[in-house]
Structure formats: C-alpha cells, structure tokens
C-alpha cells in the first residue's frame, strides 16, 4: 500500500512528467481515482494558478477528466482568478463543454457583460447551485451590482429560460 506522502510525491511527477489527468481518466480501479481526487486540490494549490501546465490541462482536458477539472478549479481560482485561467476557462465553456458548472469558480474574473451573457447559462443550473452562485454575485467584489443581477434576471427571454427557474434564482 502507498503511503499519503508517497501518493503526493507521485503525483506531483506524474502532473510535470505526465498527466495526472490522463491517469484519472485511464484507470478503472475506484481506490486509485478517489486516490487522485482526494489529493489533486492540495496538488493544484501547491502547483499555483500561474502554471502553463495547469492551464494546458484546463485547455486540453481529455474526454471524462471534467469532474476532476470541475473539483481542482475553485483551488485555481481563490480571490480574483487571472486573466489566463478566466480565458482558459472560457475557451473551454465555449468550445468543447457547455456545463456552466465551469464558469461559477471565475465568476469574479469575468466582466459585468460577459457575466450578464453568461447569465442565461447559469440560470439553468441546478436550484441549489444556481443559489450559490446568486449568493456569490452578491458578495463584495462581484462583477454586478445587486440592482444590474435583479435587472438582468428580469430581463432574461422566458421562452429561452425556465421562468421557474428564474424565480428560484431571485
């Protein structure tokens, strides 16, 4: 049995060497993925936002690996993400996955347009997760005001957006 500082060690390697994406993805056994998820946020955190390789494996993140992107994100992106991991983020949204699950970790890096068209797609998450992203928008530091995110909820095409939804998310 590998030892939890042993596990690190390896995957630390395996994140520069290979990728522990890849890995995640390939393996079958369950002990080895909750392995990697347990111990990628600590990894990715240590490794820091500004690395070219996290950012190449948000970008090119291989067919399966969006949990695990979707569970090291947030640790990418405490405070006000940069511009590259808003970008990378982005560029994923808009070209390979449409899961707005994404976009919640770089609500705070987004401009108040981009955020207001990326409104609809939020709006359409799960009612628990929809609350916490309206809980986030109206914290200190958000891209919209209070007063822009009621207008714009109001705002938003029912045909195109489930009025429930949009009233859960008031």
């Known amino acids: 049995c590998v030892s939890h500082n042993s596990l690190y060690f390896i995957l630390t390697l395996f994140v520069f060497k290979y990728s522990v994406v890849d890995m995640y993805v390939q393996c079958e056994t369950k002990e080895v993925r909750q392995a990697i998820k347990q111990n990628i946020p600590a990894l990715v955190t240590a490794i820091g936002a500004q690395s070219s390789v996290l950012l190449n494996i948000i970008t090119n993140f291989p067919n399966g690996a969006e949990e695990l992107i979707l569970l090291f994100l947030p640790h990418l992106a405490v ?23 994404f976009l919640i970790p770089i609500l705070f890096g987004l401009s108040s347009d981009e955020l207001i068209g990326f409104l609809p797609d939020l709006v359409s998450l799960s009612s628990p997760i929809l609350k916490a992203v309206i809980h986030r928008l109206l914290q200190p530091g958000s891209p919209i005001t209070p007063s822009t995110l009621l207008v714009q909820l109001h705002l938003l095409d029912p045909s195109a957006v489930s009025l429930k939804k949009i009233i859960e998310g008031k």
């Open 79 to 101: 405070g006000k993400p940069s511009p590259e991991l808003v970008n990378a983020v982005v560029t994923v949204y808009k070209e390979r996955t449409r899961d707005a699950r």
